[in-house]
């Protein structure tokens, strides 16, 4: 039974990681009424970021993607749904899944996630031209692998090059092709970006900036044969990668009348339009006290804090998302780790600490707004400390001689200060 105060019956669409969060934090807050946690992928939720890394390369196996075992949702009285949900009636509160069947809610949440953009041009449905997303999309990929010498990857975002590393890492011959003029364009500076591009040209994966994909051609069996650039190129290739960026799956909620913009519009509190109807996660564009303009956030942190935000909500504390956005990933055997957000950043500022590993320090208007660790784990936890609590930094201070991070957080917070992450 759930207490008077909170809803009866809390429905969710998606059971990936904002979706699985979100029943374990209910539960977590003492909430006591029925939970539903619906996913369309037949499996039990799990962690997508090892699947461009350690799933790839077969270091892990299923099981070790799993959030929790099965045994966690019986305990918890989580009941799961496998099936695809095609409507919400925001009138009835029900939501309806594709074979049929309906579930009524008193509070709906939706966790859709997002999926991977296809590329507009022709050859993009042949087989072998692929994406990465699922479970189910990497066992593909691991599949094609083992028959492939020459794979090219298109797009140099984070997906585009922890696949690149991995199949290197694997032995294949991979080639990155990027529209844009350097890696990492739209997520990391221009400092980091130069190292993880020297990590890949010293694996000897070739990468190719300012090239665009005109179209992905046949090998004359269905399968694709090679890649056609717009500098006229063509790249031979027995496995494609496309790395372009995610779509955020936002067609229910349309459908349903809810706000859409570039995600499911919620509130600071991250409600949707109608207060029945939560959006969080890769699906949610929400106000934050850091930026500007809406965001949209693909983070496990973003997935993770947003439910555990709606969880409280839920019952009976509510607040509004302002937790500080981080980030990490993985290629070769270097980890980049960001704390903050660096977008609209106008100055950088690099602390060197030994070969292969320093931080970008993002400044905008002399204000620490960001800061990219490479191999630098205790600089990305004294990162996260100072922007949490908002402990001042500016461009001079950080240039002083001796400066570190840590010792910046100690002199500043007067409290212990964590050793790494
Ligand atoms: C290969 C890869 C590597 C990544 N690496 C990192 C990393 O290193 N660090 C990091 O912070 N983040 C990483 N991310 C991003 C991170 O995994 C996502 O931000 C996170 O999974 C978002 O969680 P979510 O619950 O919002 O969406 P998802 O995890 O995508 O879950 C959404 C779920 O909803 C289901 N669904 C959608 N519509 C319906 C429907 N109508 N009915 C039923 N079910 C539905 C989907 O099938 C899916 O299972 C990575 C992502 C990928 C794909």
Redesign the pocket.
């Known amino acids: 039974m759930s207490r008077p105060e909170e809803p009866g019956h809390v429905v969710v669409?998606?059971?990936?990681?904002?979706?699985?969060?979100t029943t374990a934090s209910l539960r977590e807050s003492g909430y006591q009424g029925r939970i539903t946690l619906?996913?369309?992928?037949g499996v039990l939720?799990y962690?997508?970021?090892?699947?461009?890394?350690a799933y790839?390369k077969g270091d892990v196996d299923e099981t070790q993607l799993w959030l929790r075992p099965e045994t966690f949702y019986e305990r918890q009285s989580v009941e799961r749904v496998t099936?695809?949900?095609?409507a919400v009636d925001r009138a009835a509160r029900t939501v309806r899944?594709?074979d049929g069947a309906v579930h009524a809610y008193d509070h709906l949440v939706l966790?859709?996630?997002?999926?991977?953009r296809v590329l507009p041009v022709p050859g993009s449905d042949l087989r072998g031209v692929r994406t990465?997303?699922?479970l189910a999309?990497?066992d593909t990929l691991r599949k094609d692998l083992a028959g492939a010498a020459d794979v090219v990857v298109v797009g140099a975002g984070?997906?585009g090059l922890?696949?690149a590393a991995a199949a290197r890492e694997l032995g294949h011959r991979v080639t990155v092709v990027e529209a844009l003029g350097r890696p990492l364009a739209r997520v990391a500076s221009a400092p980091a970006a130069a190292h993880f591009t020297r990590l890949h040209e010293e694996a000897g994966n070739r990468l190719l900036v300012g090239q665009g994909v005109l179209a992905f051609h046949d090998n004359g069996d269905g399968r694709v044969g090679a890649v056609e650039l717009t500098d006229g190129r063509r790249l031979p290739a027995d496995l494609v990668l496309v790395g372009a960026g995610?779509t955020p799956?936002t067609?229910?909620a349309e459908a349903a009348g809810l706000r859409v913009a570039a995600g499911i519009v919620t509130d600071s509190r991250l409600l949707t339009s109608d207060p029945h109807i939560s959006a969080?996660?890769?699906?949610?564009v929400f106000p934050h006290p850091r930026s500007a303009t809406d965001l949209r956030?693909?983070?496990?942190?973003?997935?993770v804090d947003?439910?555990r935000l709606v969880a409280d909500r839920l019952t009976g504390a509510e607040r509004s998302y302002d937790d500080l956005p981080?980030?990490?990933?993985?290629q070769f055997s270097t980890t980049l780790q960001i704390a903050g957000l660096g977008h609209q950043h106008d100055t950088e500022l690099v602390l060197a600490t030994g070969p292969g590993a320093f931080s970008v320090l993002l400044f905008r208007e002399d204000e620490l707004v960001a800061v990219e660790s490479v191999n630098r784990p205790a600089d990305h936890m004294a990162a996260r400390r100072l922007l949490t609590a908002g402990i001042p930094l500016s461009r001079w201070e950080a240039s002083t001689e001796g400066f570190t991070l840590r010792g910046h957080l100690k002199a500043r917070s007067g409290g212990p200060v964590p050793v790494a992450a």
Not at 13 to 21: D, K, P, V
Not at 48 to 53: A, D, I, V
Not at 326 to 330: A, G, P, Q
């Open positions: 669409i998606g059971a990936g990681q904002a979706g699985h969060q619906i996913g369309d992928e939720p962690e997508r970021p090892p699947l461009s890394k790839l099936g695809t949900v095609v899944l594709g966790a859709t996630g997002a999926r991977p990465l997303r699922t999309d990497a984070f997906i922890e696949f995610v799956c067609e229910l969080i996660g890769d699906c949610a956030i693909e983070s496990v942190q973003n997935a947003h439910a981080w980030f990490w990933s993985t």
